[in-house]
């Protein structure tokens, strides 16, 4: 079983250490420092690889910045339209930092 899911567009991104951050909602914001975390890919929850989590902090949309963009390997607008897009309507984020750690 895996812990987390990301798109599958994100996997590789993700495994190369350039995608560092993950914005989610309310729901996935109980993962704790320090916990290793089973990642999977969305479309089939195939298994890729194992993130550490560093840190886990409430941010509204509002607040981005070009930093959380860099974190994700994307721009600004670029990061706002897909939050948009997965997230509807909504301003009460979490910032998930982590760091890969394993792939097996
Ligand atoms: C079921 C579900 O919510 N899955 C998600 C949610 C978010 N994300 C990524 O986190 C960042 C900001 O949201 C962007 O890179 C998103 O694509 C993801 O890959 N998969």
Redesign the pocket.
């Known amino acids: 079983m895996n812990d987390i899911?990301?798109?599958q567009r994100?996997e590789a991104d993700i495994v190369a250490g350039r995608?560092t951050i993950?914005?989610?909602d309310e729901a996935e914001s109980h993962f704790l420092p320090g916990q290793r975390l089973r990642v999977g890919r969305?479309e089939d929850d195939v298994y890729f690889c194992t993130i550490e989590v560093i840190s886990v902090a409430p941010v509204l949309l509002s607040e981005l910045t070009d930093e959380h963009a860099r974190q994700?390997n994307m721009t600004l607008p670029q990061?706002k339209e897909?939050?948009g897009e997965?997230y509807p309507g909504l301003n009460e984020l979490y910032v998930i930092s982590f760091e890969r750690v394993a792939t097996n």
């Open positions: 899911t990301f798109f994100f995608k993950t914005l989610r969305y994700e990061l897909v939050i997965i």
